[in-house]
């Protein structure tokens, strides 16, 4: 099993629908992170949560909402999204907040028609 | 200013070559530093820490330079495997973040 699991691998959705994508870490880790990854750009910080609790939100815009009901999952809520969010949205865990090795999820690839 | 730099390339080389990156970051306080690899449409993962006073893995060497806030990638021997983009990230001192440079582009050519 690896360590670090994303569902869906592919979505596509209409602006107006509403989505999740979920994040699953079988590691013990204790820092979790939602990541966008756009084309030539660099990765960009979405949400930090450590223990459970959101440390970190990088002016995300609202139609993005991140949930942690626990410290081994993560979901990111999608609604009313614009074709500009189109990305790979990666998933990463760490033993503690920015300490360690960051290990990835193998990315849900968004589309927004 | 962008917390770390990196060259997008890319870089093409053939097999053997010996070819490095550099990575720039700007807050002198940073603490660790890192090389990911990103295989396309792959999730990065780490190919190795850098350590202050250098390290080296196998073909591979990594270097610290504080006084200039840049580190160094060496690639010695390429092979056709080597091919992927190579990720810079640096963590400061205090805050939740890793940065990432935009990533260097290799193609290790036949």
């Known amino acids: 099993e690896t360590g670090v699991t994303q569902t869906p691998r592919h979505l596509v959705m209409g602006m107006t629908n509403k989505k999740s994508l979920k994040c699953e870490q079988h590691l013990g880790h204790n820092a979790m992170y939602w990541y966008k990854q756009s084309a030539k750009k660099p990765l960009e910080l979405m949400f930090v949560?450590?223990?459970?609790?959101?440390?970190e939100n990088n002016s995300v815009p609202s139609r993005f909402s991140p949930e942690c009901p626990n410290s081994s999952h993560l979901f990111l809520h999608l609604h009313t999204l614009q074709p500009e969010d189109s990305a790979l949205y990666l998933c990463?865990?760490?033993?503690?907040?920015?300490?360690?090795?960051?290990?990835f999820g193998e990315g849900s690839r968004l589309t927004v028609l | 200013r962008k917390e770390v730099e990196q060259d997008p390339g890319p870089f093409n080389v053939p097999e053997g070559a010996t070819v490095a990156f550099n990575c720039t970051y700007s807050?002198?306080?940073?603490?660790?530093f890192f090389w990911y690899r990103q295989d396309c449409r792959k999730e990065p993962k780490l190919l190795m820490s850098?350590?202050?006073s250098g390290n080296e893995d196998g073909r591979f060497t990594a270097q610290l330079n504080r006084a200039s806030q840049y580190i160094s990638l060496l690639i010695r021997d390429s092979k056709l495997s080597d091919s992927a983009t190579y990720l810079c990230?640096?963590?400061?001192?205090?805050?939740?973040?890793?940065?990432f440079g935009t990533g260097t582009s290799l193609t290790v050519i036949p």
């Open positions: 990463a865990s760490s033993q503690d907040l920015s300490t360690g090795e960051l290990f």
């Open positions: 807050n002198s306080a940073s603490q660790s």
């Open positions: 990230v640096v963590t400061p001192r205090t805050g939740n973040q890793f940065y």
């Open positions: 949560y450590s223990l459970e609790e959101r440390v």
């Open positions: 850098v350590y202050s």
